[in-house]
């Protein structure tokens, strides 16, 4: 079946600091995949996808490519800030089973001034 | 706010109890799924709606757990005869339609079963 595995936490690094989070997969087809972020007391909230290889999502300043040779999908940010801290999850999805998701164990983040 | 809402939000019961969660999604998404997610886990899927059809069920949901849709707009959750093994956060996402998307989710039901 499908699985996701991201990189151990927690991750704890100094403000402007460069972010690397990795995520590989394991698919039986050719899915979309997603960062997905759970800041403090709320709810996951998408932060960027990617639907085909080598696309690159982004959004505030975060990036990923879809590699398919790799199966990865690995999160980058050049310079963290102390409100990136948060639990992100790496997670995909399959074409064929209806927006049902598979996510990886999650990544805690926490950035200090 | 127009979000996906959970309610309540944390839920205390005693083992062998039933308990009951409430989901309303984005009036527009027609999907809605069911997760549960435990301490430094991500997500498990647990079921999904498409409208009040219930389409697909995880093997992770025992004969003890049911989930309705029953007019395609909000859902319900219940658990009968809680376990302690049930303690989790129960979450509610849904999605727009078709293929492989976002999901929305809610803020989540904490429960946790003495």
């Known amino acids: ?24 997969y ?11 972020v759970q800041y403090p007391g709320e709810g996951l909230q998408l932060l960027l996808k990617a639907t085909k290889a080598d696309d690159k999502g982004s959004n505030k300043g975060f990036e990923a490519t879809y590699r398919k040779e790799t199966t990865s999908f690995h999160l980058e940010k050049g310079s963290v800030q102390v409100s990136d801290s948060a639990v992100y999850f790496c997670a ?4 064929t089973n209806a927006g049902k998701s598979t996510f990886g164990d999650g990544t805690t983040l926490t950035v200090k001034p | 706010d127009t979000g996906v809402s959970q309610n ?4 205390i019961t005693k083992r062998g109890q039933n308990v009951t969660f409430r989901c309303d999604p984005i009036s527009e998404h027609n999907r809605l799924y069911w997760y549960r997610q435990t301490l430094g886990q991500g997500p498990e899927f647990l079921t999904y709606f498409q409208n009040e059809a219930q389409l697909e069920k995880s093997r992770l949901l025992s004969d003890r757990f049911s989930a309705e849709r029953p007019k395609g707009s909000f859902s ?7 376990e302690q093994g049930d303690s989790a ?8 339609g078709r293929g492989p998307g976002e999901l929305f989710f809610g803020e989540g039901s904490r429960l946790t079963v003495l």
């Open chain 1, 26 to 36: 394991t698919a039986t087809g050719y899915p979309s995949l997603f960062w997905y």
């Open chain 2, 89 to 96: 956060m129960y979450l509610c996402a849904s999605s727009p």
């Open chain 1, 92 to 95: 995909l999805s399959e074409n």
């Open chain 2, 76 to 82: 319900t959750l219940e658990i009968q005869r809680t």
């Open chain 2, 8 to 11: 309540p939000r944390h839920k």
């Open chain 1, 1 to 24: 079946g499908d699985s996701v595995t991201q990189m151990e936490g927690p991750v704890t690094l100094s403000e402007e600091a460069f972010l690397t989070i990795n995520c590989t």
